[in-house]
């Protein structure tokens, strides 16, 4: 189960707190704060930013302003993402309409399929044929990806779209694929994430 071992993930937590803190008006906060929001020790917090270069002061703390926008940095949220879908079934439409993505720098911008019958080039985000994936790729400079493809093809997709320059690839399929120097891969396997949810939920009776 997730237990805040993610570096990365505690900095986009940290950033999703300190949103909030200045939403309500807060100009500065100290590592006591994010800590016992996040249920992460102050020294974490204090470690996690300095491994990063996030500087404050013992007596004033952090400014509030001036963090968000160095994590915003460290996690590209200063410049468009810009992420293809790749099958376009019923969890990758759900994930092309989502409208979390807009406010956290990232869009969804098309959807490449094999069934002829789900290509709808003329939709609010297109949908294209899955053979025009390489020209697409490489024409508009795309480097994420997330595939909600069946297992049969997840290797092979996977396989095209590193071959296509992808650095990242958000990992739907039930199938753990590998990371490599040039393409991180996150595998995000629901049923094994349901069943840790069950096995820790049973734990509680």
């Known amino acids: 189960m997730y237990s805040n ?3 990365i993930r505690r900095l986009s937590n940290y950033r999703r707190v300190l949103c909030k803190l200045r939403a309500l008006g807060f100009e500065r906060f100290v590592s006591d704060n994010l800590g016992g929001a996040l249920d992460i020790s102050p020294a974490q917090v204090r470690k996690d930013f ?8 013992k007596k004033g703390g952090y400014d509030v302003k001036d ?19 790749v099958g376009c079934g019923g969890m990758g439409k759900t994930l092309m309409g989502y409208n ?9 911008v098309a959807g490449f399929e094999s069934n002829p019958a789900a290509i709808n080039p003329a939709a609010f985000i297109p949908i294209y044929d899955l053979n025009d994936m390489p020209d697409y790729i490489k024409r508009e400079g795309i480097e994420l990806a ?3 493809v069946p297992e049969s093809a997840a290797s092979k997709i996977a396989d095209i779209l590193k071959g296509c320059n992808i650095k990242g690839i ?15 891969i996150r595998n995000i396997n629901i049923i094994h994430e349901m069943e840790n949810i069950i096995y820790f939920a049973g734990k509680m009776h």
Not at 50 to 57: C, E, F, H, R, V
Not at 100 to 108: D, Q, S
């Open 5 to 7: 071992s993610d570096p």
């Open 67 to 85: 963090l968000i926008e160095k994590l915003n940095n460290i996690l590209g949220k200063n410049e468009l993402q810009k992420i293809i879908v």
């Open 50 to 57: 300095a491994d990063y270069g996030l500087t404050g002061n």
């Open 100 to 108: 979390g993505f807009a406010g956290e720098g990232m869009k969804v």
């Open 170 to 184: 958000l990992n739907f399929a039930p199938i753990m694929l590998k990371s490599t120097e040039e393409c991180i």
């Open 146 to 148: 997330i595939m909600t």
